[in-house]
T-cell receptor, first 109, second 113 residues
Framework: QKEVEQNSGPLSVPEGAIASLNCTYSDRGSQSFFWYRQYSGKSPELIMF????GDKEDGRFTAQLNKASQYVSLLIRDSQPSDSATYLC?????????FGQGTELSVKP | GAGVSQSPSNKVTEKGKDVELRCDPI?????LYWYRQSLGQGLEFLIY????????KSGLPSDRFSAERTGGSVSTLTIQRTQQEDSAVYLC???????????FGQGTRLTVV
C-alpha cells in the first residue's frame, strides 16, 4: 500500500459544479494534512491544511478529515476554469512530507 | 528572503558531468526538503533536513546523489556523473519544524543531454 494515495484522474467537472478530490494515507499517527495545487509547469502551491477531524472551510475550498478512516478530501465549490490544475495531497510521515501522485482536475466552461 | 529561492532555474548538462543545485529557504525555516518531479509524474522525495539533526537521505536514488545544508540555511544538491534519467525538475521546500506548512521554490529544470 502506498503511503499516500490519490486517484490520478483526470477528473472533469462543469463550471459551477462541486469538485471532490480524495486522499487516503497509511500512517495512523499522522497529525497534519495539506492540499497543494500545481498548475502545469509551475511549483506546488499550498492551498489548505487541516489538523482536526471534521471540516475546514476557506472561501470556495473545504478540507474534510476523518482520521478513523485515514481519509482526507478537498471540495471545491463553484468550480472555475482557473481551478484546472493537479491537486496534491501531502502528509508528514516519519518526519518526511509525503505526497500523493496528484489528481488532475479539469473544469469545463 | 520572501520565499524559497532556487538556482539555477534551468540547467542543461552533458551526460557524465556533475551538477550542483542550490536552495535558499525562507528565513527561520528549520526544515528543508528536496523532491524530484519527472514529466507528468508526482513528487518523489529525495532528502529532508531538520535543524541540526542527521538528514533523512532515504529517498536518494543512488550514491551519485548527495546533499548538504550549511549553517542550517542554504542547501546544495549534487548529482555526480549525470545520466539522462536524471532529467527532471528538482524542487526544494522549507517549513518550520515538521508537521507544518511547507513552501516550494520555483524549481530547477535539469536536462541531461
Amino acid at each position: 500500500q502506498k503511503e499516500v494515495e490519490q486517484n490520478s484522474g483526470p477528473l472533469s467537472v462543469p463550471e459551477g459544479a462541486i469538485a471532490s478530490l480524495n486522499c487516503t494515507y497509511s500512517d495512523r499517527g499522522s497529525q497534519s494534512f495539506f492540499w497543494y495545487r500545481q498548475y502545469s509547469g509551475k511549483s506546488p502551491e499550498l492551498i489548505m491544511f487541516i489538523y482536526s477531524n471534521g471540516d475546514k472551510e476557506d472561501g470556495r475550498f473545504t478540507a474534510q478529515l476523518n482520521k478513523a478512516s485515514q481519509y482526507v478530501s478537498l471540495l471545491i465549490r463553484d468550480s472555475q476554469p482557473s481551478d484546472s490544475a493537479t491537486y496534491l495531497c501531502a502528509v508528514p510521515q516519519g518526519g518526511k512530507l509525503i505526497f500523493g501522485q496528484g489528481t488532475e482536475l479539469s473544469v469545463k466552461p | 528572503g520572501a520565499g524559497v529561492s532556487q538556482s539555477p532555474s534551468n540547467k542543461v548538462t552533458e551526460k557524465g558531468k556533475d551538477v550542483e543545485l542550490r536552495c535558499d529557504p525562507i528565513s527561520g525555516h528549520t526544515a528543508l526538503y528536496w523532491y524530484r518531479q519527472s514529466l507528468g509524474q508526482g513528487l518523489e522525495f529525495l532528502i529532508y533536513f531538520q535543524g541540526n539533526s542527521a538528514p533523512d537521505k532515504s529517498g536518494l536514488p543512488s550514491d551519485r546523489f548527495s546533499a548538504e545544508r550549511t549553517g542550517g540555511s542554504v542547501s546544495t544538491l549534487t548529482i555526480q556523473r549525470t545520466q539522462q534519467e536524471d532529467s527532471a525538475v528538482y524542487l526544494c521546500a522549507s517549513s518550520y519544524p515538521m508537521n507544518t506548512e511547507a513552501f516550494f521554490g520555483q524549481g530547477t529544470r535539469l536536462t541531461v543531454v
